[in-house]
């Protein structure tokens, strides 16, 4: 920590990460990555310290002033006084911008790892949940595809019925009004079949999709 002591630049500690409303370096603890914690909570302590000292040494020169208007003080010893505030003022605020500088840079830096790392995380998000879709395409296909190949076979029985009936027929072995309620029967379940097909096979194809990204 940064603390100016007749003339010199010393190091001092403190409370690093006070939150302060008007401060532009302050980040959430959150944002403070593990590689850049103890030099930001050093460099925070130092920020801290050297504002305060400046608007110390920034009161000292209004009441230097106030002095010399109440004739406590004659010019020489106002001119005197001045500059050594002056040059303390200088350096502290020298060493303030020093600060502010390597503050910037950290607290750039931190959030562009912070990015980077919000970045990685949504990538591995998004690759988990398509691998989840994949694995729940996978079951769901696995479930439909026997179901598809039993349409197959009922459309191969109800044919090989129509071919039975329509024999009969042929033969006379079967009366009209029969035949009729029959095949109107076997019209229909082929109407069925073809409506549960068609949705399955566009069920099957999404899936195969997914499956295959």
Same mark, same amino acid.
């Given at each position: 920590?940064?603390?100016? !002591?007749?003339?010199?630049?010393?190091?001092s500690?403190?409370?690093?990460?006070?939150?302060?409303?008007?401060d532009?370096?302050? +980040?959430?603890?959150?944002?403070?990555?593990? @590689?850049?914690?103890?030099?930001?909570i050093?460099?925070?302590?130092?920020?801290?310290?050297? #504002?305060? @000292? +400046?608007?110390?040494?920034?009161?000292?020169?209004?009441?230097?002033?106030? #002095?010399?208007?109440?004739?406590?003080?004659?010019?020489d010893?106002?001119?005197?006084?001045?500059?050594?505030?002056?040059?303390?003022?200088?350096?502290?605020?020298?060493?303030?911008?020093?600060?502010?500088?390597? $503050?910037?840079?950290? @607290?750039?830096?931190?959030?562009?790892? !912070?990015?980077k790392?919000?970045?990685?995380?949504?990538?591995?998000?998004?690759?988990?949940?398509?691998?989840?879709?994949?694995? !729940?395409?996978?079951?769901?296909?696995?479930?439909?595809?026997?179901?598809?190949?039993?349409?197959?076979?009922?459309?191969?029985?109800?044919?090989?019925?129509?071919?039975?009936?329509?024999?009969?027929?042929? !033969?006379?072995?079967?009366a009209?009004?029969?035949?009729?309620?029959?095949?109107?029967?076997?019209i229909?379940?082929?109407?069925?079949?073809?409506?549960?097909?068609?949705?399955?096979?566009?069920?099957?194809?999404?899936? $195969?999709?997914?499956?295959?990204?």
């Amino acid at each position: 920590m940064y603390v100016v !002591n007749d003339g010199l630049i010393l190091m001092s500690h403190g409370d690093g990460m006070r939150h302060d409303d008007d401060d532009p370096y302050y +980040l959430e603890p959150r944002e403070v990555v593990s @590689q850049y914690s103890v030099e930001w909570i050093a460099l925070r302590q130092s920020y801290g310290e050297v #504002k305060a @000292q +400046l608007s110390t040494v920034q009161s000292q020169l209004t009441e230097l002033d106030l #002095k010399l208007q109440k004739g406590e003080i004659d010019d020489d010893a106002h001119v005197e006084q001045y500059r050594e505030l002056w040059l303390t003022s200088t350096q502290i605020v020298q060493v303030k911008r020093e600060v502010e500088g390597r $503050l910037y840079e950290i @607290q750039r830096d931190i959030r562009a790892a !912070n990015r980077k790392l919000k970045e990685l995380e949504a990538d591995r998000f998004r690759r988990e949940r398509i691998e989840q879709e994949k694995s !729940n395409a996978m079951i769901e296909w696995m479930g439909l595809k026997p179901g598809f190949d039993l349409i197959a076979e009922k459309r191969k029985e109800i044919a090989l019925e129509m071919n039975k009936i329509e024999l009969q027929r042929r !033969n006379n072995e079967i009366a009209d009004e029969d035949y009729r309620r029959l095949r109107v029967d076997q019209i229909r379940q082929l109407a069925q079949l073809r409506t549960v097909e068609t949705d399955v096979k566009g069920r099957l194809n999404e899936l $195969l999709e997914i499956i295959r990204k």
